[in-house]
């Protein structure tokens, strides 16, 4: 009986030895868009910014191998949805995308905004229903592409729908049909200088969201639960430790 009860014993010692590691030896895919200063390329091809900093630190605190790599917002949204140990950032929950992911933490809170040239003295917006006689474009897939239609606008009447954010500004500049692009205030003044283009041609017009929106890290339903939960216990844990108020304070030097 004694004999029974130790191989039963080493028979679980080694079920879960074997999923542990099974679980700390997987290689996680890690996506997002290019949105600076939040996710950026350096002059080495290498991703960083200030969430992308943020989680390598969740991730440092794990076993896990990783890889992360910049796409179009609507190819990563898509990876993550679908294939399994995939996690993406920085995206807004929201119910449309509840069902899709599991979400493991918020890393930054974003506000919205109308944004248009400087120089348009026609542009008079004081409320949403003011904001629908524009055209504005937003991104595929994107939380303020969701936020819009639910506020009433058509898309390819007032709503012009772009794959990528690298011609998000140049769009204003150059197609005279497009009055306005939605993004937070800090990312056109990233984006304008990237492209060599005066921050000053821009500005704020309206203010989509009147309160903060918390953006996440969130993998693919098929990823592991286990690993889903070790990052949120890391985020958790780089929130105690001081370690993120570090990183938003070297990005936040103003």
């Not at 506000?111 to 008079?124: K, P």
């Not at 303020?144 to 990528?164: A, D, P, R």
């Not at 993998?219 to 844990?237: D, H």
Request: aromatic share 12%.
């Amino acid at each position: 009986m004694h004999g029974r009860r130790s191989f039963n014993l080493l028979i679980i010692i080694l079920f879960f030895s074997s999923t542990c590691l099974a679980t700390d030896t997987i290689e996680l895919t890690i996506v997002t868009e290019y949105s600076p200063p939040y996710q950026e390329l350096s002059s080495q091809g290498v991703v960083t910014g200030f969430t992308t900093e943020v989680i390598k630190a969740v991730l440092a605190q794990t076993p896990f191998h990783y890889q992360i790599n910049i796409y179009p917002w609507s190819r990563s949204f898509m990876m993550a949805k679908e294939q399994p140990n995939t996690c993406i950032y920085s995206m807004a929950r929201n119910p449309q995308r509840e069902q899709y992911f599991q979400w493991v933490a918020p890393i930054v809170t974003t506000v919205d905004y109308f944004i248009g040239l400087s120089e348009r003295s026609d542009i008079n917006i004081q409320t949403m229903a003011d904001a629908k006689n524009y055209n504005v474009a937003v991104l595929k897939d994107d939380r303020t592409y969701e936020m819009l239609i639910n506020q009433g606008f058509i898309k390819n009447k007032n709503l012009y729908v772009i794959n990528n954010t690298y011609s998000m500004l140049k769009l204003l500049l150059i197609r005279k049909d497009i009055d306005l692009v939605l993004a937070d205030s800090i990312n056109i003044e990233y984006r304008a200088k990237y492209h060599d283009i005066d921050p000053s041609k821009f500005r704020s017009y309206y203010r989509l969201n009147q309160q903060p929106i918390n953006l996440y890290l969130a993998c693919s339903l098929n990823t592991p639960k286990e690993i889903v939960k070790k990052l949120t216990s890391a985020m958790q844990l780089i929130m105690r430790n001081g370690s993120y108020q570090i990183i938003h304070k070297r990005w936040h030097k103003n």
